[in-house]
């Protein structure tokens, strides 16, 4: 029987240096929104914010980094898998903090995922790219 468990997670500095790529990044595209990462267990570790961005973009990039995180892949990937069944999507109605909408990713170094990041404000490609820009700017990857 296993009495520990060692665990790998992204540090504050980067988690921080992730939400001010993927702000930037939509700055320099003229959109306004919300950047979040969690660790891998979904407690978040940073966020950041253009100051013109909506309310509700703030929580909806928390749960998008919190979905990609915990479950391992992208929010948009999930909302697909849910949309394919109808029992599945009247079961992730009631299930608090998952969200199924594009801009959620995980964040994988060296085959492990060490955290999520969530981008909400914008269209949802433009969140996506968002958190993409973020991701490749430190090497960073949301696929295993």
């Excluded at 959109?31 to 407690?43: F, K, L, Q």
């Excluded at 940073?46 to 961005?53: P, Q």
């Excluded at 990039?61 to 990937?77: E, G």
Aim: glycine share 10%.
């Amino acid at each position: 029987m296993t009495i520990c468990v060692t665990r790998t997670e992204i540090s504050a500095g980067a988690a921080l240096d992730l939400v001010r790529g993927a702000v930037a990044h939509a700055r320099e595209n003229g959109w306004e929104v919300t950047a979040a990462v969690v660790d891998p267990r979904g407690h978040l570790v940073a966020f950041w914010r253009t100051d013109a961005v909506i309310d509700p973009a703030i929580t909806f990039a928390i749960d998008k980094a919190y979905t990609a995180a915990t479950l391992r892949k992208a929010s948009q990937a999930f909302g697909e898998r849910m949309a394919s069944k109808p029992t599945l999507s009247l079961g992730v109605g009631t299930r608090e903090r998952i969200i199924t909408w594009a801009g959620g990713l995980p964040i994988f170094k060296d085959g492990q995922c060490i955290g999520g990041i969530g981008v909400s404000g914008a269209q949802d490609h433009e969140d996506i790219a968002c958190a993409s820009a973020a991701l490749s700017e430190m090497g960073l990857s949301a696929e295993a």
